[in-house]
């Protein structure tokens, strides 16, 4: 840690002293988190079933979630009426996150 705060004053970024395999890993943690903000954000739209999905700003949510919510529905069907694949979506990202980059993660400590 010492090391990056002398190479980031030196520098003025640490992006130029990032190592591929760190920068792979900085970009998958902003990647699931995204995909979890984006899955709750799912989650509360369930609430208005009237919301126009087809139509912006939407339509920003509903593109990149759908693909993974069609086989969760097929998989689980609704629930009192509810559809609870949102819910299936953000914890399995959320477990995909903690498996991969937790604090015992699978990929903790790449990169140095």
């Known amino acids: 840690m010492e090391r990056a705060i002398a190479l980031l ?5 640490l992006l130029g002293v990032l190592s ?3 920068g792979a890993v900085l970009a998958l943690h902003g990647t699931l988190g ?12 369930t609430w208005y079933p009237a919301l126009p999905l087809d ?25 009192g009426g509810l559809d609870i694949s949102p819910v299936v979506g953000v914890g399995l ?20």
Do not use: D, K
């Open 9 to 13: 004053a030196a520098n003025g970024s």
């Open 20 to 22: 591929p395999a760190a």
């Open 34 to 45: 995204t995909y979890i903000v984006l899955y709750v954000l799912r989650i509360v739209m």
């Open 55 to 79: 139509r912006f700003p939407y339509r920003w949510v509903v593109a990149p979630t759908e693909p993974l919510l069609v086989p969760l529905r097929r998989w689980i069907p609704p629930l």
């Open 93 to 112: 990202f959320s477990l995909l996150r903690e498996i991969l980059l937790g604090q015992q993660g699978l990929l903790t400590g790449w990169g140095g």
